[in-house]
């Protein structure tokens, strides 16, 4: 198990990552201090709890291409249960606005993750990522690996029968590797079939579309359910 990523985690409280996701989620300019307050409060809880794996998969993946060799490697990625904490506490105070801005601020947070793992892997290995694969999303790696996936890489991340991991921050994929340098990877969306995803990158007009701030007003059903209200 290693510390999640120093290079990302170094940029989380800076002023260019923090106006981006505040910009990204159209919270307005007179909530920077109040997103800010909430970063420095996730800070040392991530930088303690927060941690990622990989490992080869096992040699039914390892394949040889046109050109030269592919590998599969699991990945997780988690930022750890003290943000769970903090955001339950959040929502137990009925602060949904600052409950919401940790679920934004973890989201991005763990999408830069994606852009360190690539460095990483570049920097520490003969190979390079080519694509990510996402369980639940191709026919070749169903959403049931899931929890044998975890078993074999942490006891520190679990699933339910539903395949919700606990921590709530923290994901999992295939990575695909290879030596090929024509070959690179184009971005975590590629070849998803969600189109629906706030996160998706592809299109960032969908993203656009997401709720702009969380008040005490009353909610609709889905933030009903993932702020845990019903």
């Known amino acids: 198990m290693a510390a999640f990523f120093p290079d990302a985690l170094d940029k989380f409280l800076a002023p260019v990552f923090l106006e981006g996701v505040r910009k990204k989620f159209h919270y307005d300019e007179t909530q920077a201090f109040e997103f ?11 930088r303690e ?5 990989r490992r080869e998969s096992s040699g039914e993946n390892k394949h040889q291409s046109e050109a030269c060799s592919v590998i599969h490697e699991q990945v997780v990625m988690s930022l ?3 943000v769970d904490c903090l955001q339950e506490r959040y929502s137990e ?8 801005m940790i679920e934004v601020l973890s989201s991005e947070l763990l999408l830069q993750g994606y852009a360190a793992y690539n460095r990483y892997i570049r920097k520490n290995t003969d190979w390079h990522v080519a694509r990510y694969h996402f369980l639940g999303s191709e026919e070749e790696f169903p959403l049931e690996m899931l929890p044998d996936l975890l078993k074999e890489l942490t006891p520190l991340i679990t699933c339910n029968s ?3 991991m606990l921590p709530k921050k923290s994901v999992a994929f295939i990575a695909e590797l290879t030596q090929d340098d024509k070959v690179r990877c184009r ?5 998803c079939n969600n189109l629906n995803c706030s996160n998706r990158m592809a299109d960032s ?6 709720l702009s701030v969380m008040t ?3 909610l609709t059903y889905g933030y009903r359910r993932i702020f845990g209200l019903i």
């Open 93 to 100: 105070r009925k602060l949904l606005s600052q409950s919401y």
């Open 49 to 53: 709890e927060a941690f990622w794996e």
């Open 80 to 82: 750890g249960n003290g």
């Open 162 to 164: 539903a395949f919700c």
């Open 205 to 210: 007009g969908l993203a656009e579309k997401r």
């Open 36 to 46: 800010q307050v909430v970063a420095e409060e996730m800070m040392p809880l991530i």
């Open 187 to 191: 971005g975590i969306c590629v070849d």
């Open 216 to 218: 005490d007003m009353p």
